[in-house]
Structures are given as C-alpha cells and as structure tokens.
C-alpha cells in the first residue's frame, strides 16, 4: 500500500493511504460534473442566492480535486470546507425547494452508515 503524507507540518504528518487520495479526488470531480447543470439552472431560473450555494460546493470540491491532483490529501479543506458548505447548502436548498424528497438518500445516508460498517479482526462493536 503506498501513502503519501498530507499537507500538515512534519511534526503532525500522518500517512495518508493512497486509495484516500484517489477516492477523494474522483469524489469531488463528480460532484463538481453533477453541480454544473444545476448551477446554471439556478442562476437562469433567477435563483441566485441557491446558484451560489451550489457553485460554492463546487469551489470546495475544486480544492479537493487541486490537493487530489498534486497526490496530497487535506483534513482541514475537507473537515473544515467541504462539509459545512454541503450541509448549509444541502438544508437551504431543502428550505427553499420545500421538496425534501428530492433528497431521499440524504435521509437514508445515516442508517446506511451505521448498518454497513465494516468490522475490523479483533475489534469489538459497541
């Protein structure tokens, strides 16, 4: 397994596997490839402040794809940018859309998580 150590200081670089890398950067392009049409879509439907929001997750992820491509892998763009601006845009669009079906696997993302996860040899579940 080869790892590539992340864009912290010496003293606090851990080694980061490979496939997190990799995952991280196909992730974030397909989110980037998904937003676009609905981007536009917002700002021709004169939806500017949703255009924003959603173009904003885009900027996110194109940090991600900038680390991802340089074989680096960022903790605090993901902890610290990716994930706030997807959950405030995922529940405003919630709000403004008032449709919250459209967003069916959000809701089913927490039981998914819980009931797959895999157990390591020799670790208990609580």
């Known amino acids: ?4 150590k992340t864009n ?11 496939f997190l890398i990799k995952t991280t950067l196909g992730c974030s392009l397909v989110v980037i490839l998904i937003l676009i ?3 536009i879509n917002n700002f021709i439907q004169d ?3 949703m255009g924003l929001a959603t173009s904003s997750v885009a900027v996110a992820c194109l940090a991600n794809v900038w680390y ?3 074989g680096r892998y960022s903790l605090p763009v993901n902890t610290y940018l990716v994930s706030p601006t997807g959950a405030f845009t995922i ?16 809701y089913l993302s927490p039981p998914i998580t819980l009931c797959c996860q895999r157990k390591e040899p020799g670790s208990s579940m609580r």
Do not use: C, N
């Open 1 to 4: 397994m080869q790892t590539t």
């Open 8 to 18: 912290r200081s010496p003293s606090v670089a851990d080694e980061i596997p490979d």
């Open 37 to 39: 049409p609905f981007t």
């Open 47 to 49: 939806r500017f402040t």
């Open 68 to 70: 991802g491509s340089h």
């Open 91 to 106: 529940t405003y669009t919630l709000f403004k859309l008032a449709s919250p079906w459209s967003y069916w696997l959000f």
